[in-house]
Nanobody, 124 residues
Framework: QVQLVESGGGLVQAGGSLRLSCAAS????????MAWFRHAPGKEREFVAA????????YYADSVKGRFTISGDIAKNTVNLRMNSLKPEDTAVYYC?????????????????WGQGTQVTVSS
């Protein structure tokens, strides 16, 4: 099993920045892809960004490209999401997810482990 714990959420004004962190523990060696998803009220869970532990390959949703940056520290088993130029529509609960396969996919059903989520609220 792999345990994921998110931190860093909060309330920020539009145009501001936040940094989310995801600490992984347990059988982390069994996972190859880490991702962030978000879930806003009344909407489906949405892919945000993903990264492979093994290298620098990253993938972003079009809605966050150029504003968000995902990074990973395999030695610390930590994945971060730096969010700049935040907009009210970025308001959601953000979830960290891990996938055993090294193929980056965008469907939440393709991920094997999930954290509890952290709330991000962007005020206008």
């Amino acid at each position: 099993q792999v345990q994921l714990v998110e931190s860093g959420g909060g309330l920020v004004q539009a145009g501001g920045s936040l940094r989310l962190s995801c600490a992984a523990s347990g059988r982390t060696f069994s996972t190859n892809t880490m991702a962030w998803f978000r879930h806003a009220p009344g909407k489906e869970r949405e892919f945000v960004a993903a990264i492979r532990w093994s290298g620098s390959t990253t993938y972003y949703a079009d809605s966050v490209k150029g504003r968000f940056t995902i990074s990973g520290d395999i030695a610390k088993n930590t994945v971060n999401l730096r969010m700049n130029s935040l907009k009210p529509e970025d308001t959601a609960v953000y979830y960290c997810a891990a996938r055993i396969s090294g193929i980056i996919l965008r469907m939440s059903t393709d991920y094997d482990y999930w954290g509890q989520g952290t709330q991000v609220t962007v005020s206008s």
